[in-house]
C-alpha cells in the first residue's frame, strides 16, 4: 500500500481547525481510532511531588504562565468540573418584549425571530444599545454583515462609552476584512473595561490577524485585570474568552501547552456550559475547536454535538464537524456538513474553506478557486483565503497564478506563517517534499511559537525516512506543544526505535525491534538485495538513497508511524523511502501472520515507481506495478472479485480507480480497486507492449497528467479506455473458464417465464434466476420444465445437475452431469459437478479425471487443485499431489500448510534444493517458528553445507534464546563445521554454545556435546 499524505482537513483554516491536518489513511476509509493503548490521552490531572518528599497530591492544574505568578495565584482552580455534578443556571422563560427573551430565541438558533424582537426594542431608550448589538449577533450569524453594521451605527452616538458595542463592531469589521478599523473598536473597548475579557480577547485577536504579535501578548497579559475583578467566573462568556486569552497568550509567549491545556478546556471553556450557563454553546463551539487543534477529533465531535443539541444551526458547529469527517476521508460527509452551514450562513469562511479544502484532497483542484472566491468577495483581506488560494496554484506549479494572493496577504500582514504554511501542507501532501521543506521552513521562521509548522516538517521528515531530523523536530514542536496527540505518539515511538536493531547493505537499511524481533535482521536484508535487481530492472529506475525497512513488533506502533495514531487498515505502507511494516506475529498483531515476503515486494515496487516519477504515479498506477510484482498476483480472492465486479458491471471507471484505494465507499472496494488495478495493467502491456508501462513512468515524471499518459503514450484516450478494457475483461473471464455475463433480473425471468410457458430458453433462464436465489426446488422444477421443452437445453442441464448434486442425488446428477457434457463440451459446470458426485463416491479414478478435466477449463479456481493435492495424498502418490500443492501456494501465500506438505514431501524424494526453497517460504509467513530453521539446517548439513546449517541453526536460539535444547543443536552444528573445516576458532565458539546450554540445563546432552569438542579441538591443537 502506497500512502498518500495530506492535509486532512482546512489547510489554513485556523478558525476551526487550526492544525487538524491529519495524514491520509488511504487503507481505512472508515476513519481512524485515536488513543489506542499506550497513546496519548487527554490529560486531566498532574502529580505534583512536595519538596519534603512525603507524596504528591493530584490537583488540577491552573497555571497561565510561570513569568506571572501574580496572575497565577489569582486564578484559582475551581475543581475538574466535567464529572462532578454542578449548580448550573437553569434556562428560564423570560418576559416577552425583553432582552431576555429576544436573546433567548437567539440561542435556541431563531435568528429570524430574534432579529425582529430586537428591532422592537430599538425604540427602547433603556434597551437601544443592547437590541442593536443582539441585532448584530443574530444578523451577523447568518452573513448579513452590512446589515449589522448598519443596526450598530444607528446607536453609534449612545454606544460610544459602551465596550460591548466597540466588541460587537469590532467583531462584523473583521469578519469583512476591516481590520484597521476594527482594531480602533477594540482598543476601544480595552480602554473602556480593561477587565472585560471578551473585550481583551478580540484586541488580541485583531492585533494578531495585523501581525502586531507583540502588541498582542501585552494586550492578552492584561488579562491580570480580568482576574482582580474576581467576576469571570460567574459568567459564561468572560470564562470561555479567558480560555481563549490564556491559549493565545500561552502561544505567543512560549509556554508549554501541558502547563495551561488542561486547565482551559476543564476550568475555563467546560466550566462555562457546565457551571455559568448550561445553555451557553458558544463555549461548547471554542472546546470542540481547541480540542481539534490538539488533535483530539473524537473529543471535539461531543462538544459539537453538544453545541447543536443546545442550537441547532450552528455553522462553526457544523463546520468543525466537517473538519472530523475530512481527517477521516469522508468527502460527501464533509461537503454536507459544510453545506448544512453554509444552509444557515451562506458566506460562512470557515464552511467555504473546509468545502475548498475537501475538494483540495479530493484532487478536484479546479473547483477550488471559486469557491475561495466567495470567501474574498466577503472579506477580499481574509488571511487563510489568500493562502488557500496561493496554495493550491503552488501545488499545480503555476507560481504566476499564486503570486498575487501571495502579495496581497503580505500586505496585510507579511509576518503570517499560515501562508507558507498551506503551501507546504499541500506540497507535501503531493510528495514534493523538497520544495514543501522550503516553505516549511519560511513558516518556522516567521512563527517560532507555533507548533503547528514545525509538526508538519518533523511528520514529513518521517515520510523521507529522516527519522533523526524528524525526531529533532518533534522535540521543537513537543516543547512548544507538548499536549498534541500526534506529537506524543511520534515522540514515544521515536523514543522506542532509538533502540531498534539496524542491517545496512549496499541499498537498504534494515530496523526491527531487536528484543522481539531479531529473527527478521538478516533475513530481510538478505532477501530486498536479491530483489533489488529485479524490481528496479523492470521499471527501469534506481532510488537515488538506500531504502529504509522498518518492522515495528505491534499494530500500534506500525499505525503510529504512518498516521501519527493507533489505526491504520493495512500491515504494509510505503511512504516513499520508507518502507514500514507490521511484524508477522499472530500474537502481537490482530492481522495475524503474512508473507513479509510478499508484503515487501509490494513496497519496495512503491518505493521504486513513486521515485522513478518524483512521487507524481497516480494512485491506482503504483499499486498496479506493486501487484505485477507480487507472487501471487492471481490469488483466488482478487479472481472472484474481478469475474463478478465484470458480470455485475461494478469496474471502477479508470478515473475513479484511485479513490478505491483512498476512500473506498463499501466492503471490498480497495480490494478490488488492488486487482482492477493489476489488471488495467495487464491490458496495457497486452494491447501496447510492456515498453509503455516505462515510457507512462516518464510520462508522469515529466509532469503529465493521467489524461495526457493515455491520450499521448498508452494511446487510448482516457474517455475511451473503459469502454476498451471492459472489452478486454469479458473476454478475459471467458478464457479463465467463467461466465462474464450478469446473472439473470429475476423479475424479469419470472414475468417472461409466465409469458412464455412453452419457451423452454425462458424456463432455462427462470431456473438460472431461482439458483441464484437459493430456491433449489424452484430452479430444479423450472429446469425440468425447459428440458421437457427442449432436452438439449444446456442450461436447464447444467442447473439439473448442480441442484441434484447439492440434494446428494449423486447417480442422478452424475447422469446430468454427462448429459451436458455431451451437449456443451465447454462448459465447466459438468466436470465441477462429476468430480464432486465422484469424490462422495470415493470413486477416485472417475474422479481425478473429472478434476483434471475441471483444471482445463477453469484454472484459476482453486476447488480442483485442493481435491487433487488431497487425494494423491490419500492414495500414497505425493509426488502427483505436488504441482496442485504449489500451484494452491502460489495463489495464497498467506498461510505456511501448502508451504510445508511441498517442503516436506520434497524432503522425502531427497530433493533437497526445493525443499529448502519452501522450508524458506514457511518462513516468510511465518518467521517465528524455530523446526522450519531446523530443518533446513539439517538439510545443509546433509548437503555437507556446514556454514548455512550453522546460520540456521542459529536463528533458533534467536528465538528460544532460554532453551538449552535450541543451544546444544547450535553447539552441535558448531563442531560439526569446525571438523569439517579442522578450525579451532570455530570448535570454541561452539564450546561457548555448549557451556551455555549447560548453564541452562547442566542435566542436558550439552556435556557429550561438550566432550566431543573438547577432543577436536585437542586433536587439532597437537603437535604435528
Request: glycine residues 6%; contains cysteine; hydrophobic residues 40%.
Amino acid at each position: 500500500m502506497a500512502i498518500d499524505f495530506g492535509p486532512g482537513a482546512c489547510t489554513g483554516l485556523r478558525g476551526i481547525a487550526a492544525s487538524l491536518v491529519l495524514a491520509a489513511i488511504v487503507t481505512t476509509g472508515t476513519g481512524v481510532r485515536l488513543a489506542s493503548a499506550g497513546q496519548a490521552e487527554l490529560p486531566t490531572t498532574r502529580k505534583t511531588e512536595p519538596a519534603d518528599g512525603s507524596g504528591g497530591k493530584t490537583v488540577v492544574l491552573d497555571p497561565i504562565s510561570r513569568g506571572i505568578e501574580s496572575i497565577i495565584k489569582r486564578l484559582k482552580p475551581s475543581g475538574k468540573t466535567t464529572t462532578a455534578p454542578a449548580a448550573v443556571r437553569q434556562a428560564t422563560q423570560a418576559p416577552a418584549g425583553t432582552i431576555e427573551s429576544a436573546r433567548e430565541l437567539y440561542m435556541r438558533g431563531q435568528y429570524r425571530p430574534a432579529g425582529n424582537a430586537y428591532r422592537k426594542l430599538l425604540d427602547n431608550r433603556e434597551a437601544r444599545v443592547s437590541a442593536a448589538i443582539g441585532l448584530a449577533q443574530a444578523l451577523s450569524m447568518t452573513g448579513k454583515y452590512q446589515h449589522a453594521i448598519e443596526a450598530l451605527d444607528k446607536v453609534k452616538d449612545e454606544a460610544a462609552k459602551r465596550a460591548g458595542w466597540h466588541v460587537a463592531m469590532a467583531e462584523v469589521l473583521h469578519a469583512i476584512g476591516k481590520y484597521d478599523e476594527a482594531l480602533k473598536r477594540a482598543a476601544a473597548a480595552t480602554e473602556l473595561e480593561p477587565a472585560w475579557a471578551p473585550a481583551i480577547f478580540v484586541h488580541g485577536m485583531v492585533l494578531e490577524t495585523l501581525g502586531h504579535k507583540a502588541k498582542a501578548t501585552a494586550v492578552y497579559k492584561t488579562m491580570s485585570h480580568t482576574v482582580e475583578a474576581d467576576t469571570y467566573r460567574k459568567d459564561a462568556r468572560s470564562l470561555v474568552a479567558l480560555g481563549r486569552i490564556m491559549d493565545r497568550y500561552g502561544v505567543l509567549s512560549g509556554q508549554r501547552a501541558s502547563e495551561q491545556a488542561s486547565n482551559i478546556l476543564h476550568n475555563y471553556l467546560q466550566e462555562a456550559y457546565l457551571k455559568a450557563d448550561k445553555t451557553y454553546w458558544p463555549a461548547n463551539v471554542t472546546a470542540g475547536v481547541f480540542l481539534l487543534s490538539k488533535h483530539r477529533p473524537s473529543s471535539a465531535g461531543k462538544e459539537f454535538a453538544l453545541a447543536l443539541k443546545r442550537n441547532p444551526h450552528l455553522p462553526d458547529a457544523y463546520a468543525g464537524l466537517g473538519a472530523i469527517e475530512l481527517s477521516r476521508w469522508q468527502f460527501e460527509k464533509c461537503i454536507a456538513l459544510a453545506d448544512k452551514a453554509l444552509a444557515i450562513h451562506p458566506s460562512h469562511a470557515d464552511a467555504l474553506l473546509l468545502k475548498a479544502a475537501c475538494l483540495m484532497q479530493w484532487r478536484k483542484f479546479e473547483q477550488v478557486p471559486p469557491i475561495v472566491e466567495k470567501v474574498l468577495k466577503v472579506n477580499p483581506n481574509h488571511l487563510d483565503a489568500l493562502s488557500l488560494m496561493a496554495a493550491v496554484h503552488v501545488r499545480l506549479d503555476d507560481n504566476e497564478k499564486a503570486q498575487p494572493f501571495i502579495d496581497r496577504a503580505h500586505k496585510i500582514n507579511a509576518g503570517y506563517y499560515g501562508l507558507p504554511l498551506a503551501t507546504a501542507e499541500w506540497l507535501s501532501a503531493g510528495r514534493q517534499f523538497e520544495l514543501a521543506e522550503t516553505y516549511y521552513r519560511q513558516a518556522i521562521e516567521l512563527a517560532p511559537e507555533q507548533a503547528e509548522p514545525i509538526t508538519g516538517l518533523g511528520r514529513m521528515y518521517l515520510q523521507t525516512g529522516d527519522e533523526a531530523k524528524a525526531l529533532e523536530t518533534l522535540k521543537k514542536a513537543h516543547e512548544i506543544d507538548d499536549f498534541r496527540a500526534d506529537v506524543v505518539n511520534f515522540m514515544n515511538l521515536l523514543n522506542k526505535m532509538k533502540d531498534y536493531m539496524v542491517r545496512e547493505t549496499d541499498h537498504f537499511i534494515v530496523k526491527v525491534d531487536g528484543k522481539l524481533d531479531a529473527i527478521l535482521a538478516d533475513q530481510v536484508a538478505e532477501y530486498m538485495e536479491t530483489i533489488y535487481s529485479e524490481i528496479t530492472g523492470d521499471y527501469a529506475h534506481e532510488p537515488g538513497e538506500k531504502t529504509i525497512v522498518e518492522f515495528f513488533p505491534t499494530h500500534a506502533d506500525f499505525s503510529v508511524r504512518i498516521t501519527g495514531r493507533g489505526w491504520i487498515g493495512t500491515v504494509g505502507a510505503s511512504t516513499g523511502r520508507v518502507i514500514a511494516l507490521v511484524a508477522p506475529n499472530s500474537e502481537r498483531s490482530q492481522f495475524g501472520t503474512h508473507n513479509w515476503a510478499t508484503v515487501l515486494r509490494h513496497e519496495y515496487t512503491h518505493t521504486v515507481t513513486l521515485s522513478a516519477t518524483n512521487n507524481r504515479i497516480p494512485h491506482w498506477f503504483t499499486e498496479a506495478c506493486a501487484v505485477f510484482q507480487q507472487p501471487d498476483k492471481r490469488n483466488y480472492k482478487f479472481v472472484r472479485m474481478l469475474v463478478q465486479a465484470t458480470r455485475t458491471g461494478k469496474l471502477f471507471p479508470i478515473k475513479e480507480l484511485d479513490w478505491g484505494f483512498i476512500r473506498p465507499k463499501k466492503t471490498g472496494d480497495r480490494s478490488l480497486a488492488y486487482a482492477q488495478s493489476e489488471w488495467v495493467m495487464e491490458y496495457i502491456i497486452e494491447a501496447k507492449g510492456y515498453d509503455k508501462i516505462i515510457e507512462m513512468l516518464k510520462g508522469f515524471r515529466d509532469g503529465l497528467s493521467q489524461t495526457e499518459v493515455f491520450e499521448r503514450i498508452v494511446e487510448i484516450p482516457e474517455k475511451d479506455f473503459d469502454k476498451a478494457f471492459d472489452k478486454w475483461a469479458h473476454e478475459t473471464v471467458k478464457r479463465w473458464g467463467f461466465n462474464p455475463e450478469p446473472p439473470p433480473n429475476y423479475a424479469k425471468a419470472v414475468k417472461a417465464a409466465k409469458e412464455k410457458p412453452a419457451d423452454a430458453a425462458a424456463q432455462a433462464t427462470l431456473a438460472v434466476a431461482k439458483y441464484y436465489r437459493r430456491d433449489r426446488r424452484g430452479a430444479e422444477q423450472a429446469a425440468k420444465k425447459a428440458l421437457k421443452l427442449d432436452p438439449d437445453n444446456s442450461r436447464a442441464q447444467g442447473v439439473l445437475a448442480i441442484v441434484l448434486a447439492s440434494q446428494k442425488k449423486y447417480d442422478d446428477a452424475i447422469e446430468a452431469a454427462n448429459r451436458l457434457e455431451k451437449l456443451d463440451n465447454t462448459t465447466s459446470f459438468a466436470p465441477k459437478v462429476l468430480s464432486q458426485c465422484y469424490i462422495a463416491k470415493k470413486d477416485w479414478a472417475n474422479a481425478i479425471t473429472a478434476l483434471e478435466l475441471l483444471q482445463q477449463r477453469q484454472p484459476l479456481d482453486s476447488y480442483s487443485y485442493e481435491q487433487l493435492a488431497t487425494i494423491y495424498n490419500q492414495l500414497g502418490q505425493p509426488e502427483k499431489a505436488l504441482p496442485n500443492l504449489i500451484h494452491l501456494h502460489r495463489h495464497t501465500m498467506t498461510d505456511p500448510k501448502y508451504a510445508r506438505q511441498i517442503a516436506e514431501t520434497y524432503r522425502a524424494l531427497k530433493q533437497y534444493d526445493q525443499a529448502l526453497t519452501y522450508f524458506e517460504e514457511i518462513t516468510h509467513i511465518n518467521p517465528y517458528q524455530p523446526n522450519a530453521y531446523e530443518a533446513m539446517a539439517a538439510i545443509y548439513r546433509t548437503n555437507g553445507d556446514y556454514g548455512k546449517a550453522v546460520a540456521a541453526i542459529e536463528k533458533v536460539t534467536l528465538l528460544e534464546p532460554d532453551s538449552a535444547d535450541a543451544w546444544a543443536k547450535t553447539a552441535m552444528m558448531r563442531y560439526l563445521a569446525g571438523q569439517a573445516a579442522k578450525d579451532p576458532g570455530m570448535l570454541r565458539h561452539a564450546r561457548q554454545a555448549a557451556e551455555k546450554s549447560m548453564t541452562l540445563d547442566p542435566q542436558g546432552r550439552a556435556e557429550q556435546v561438550l566432550e566431543r569438542i573438547d577432543d577436536a579441538i585437542e586433536e587439532l591443537e597437537k603437535p604435528s
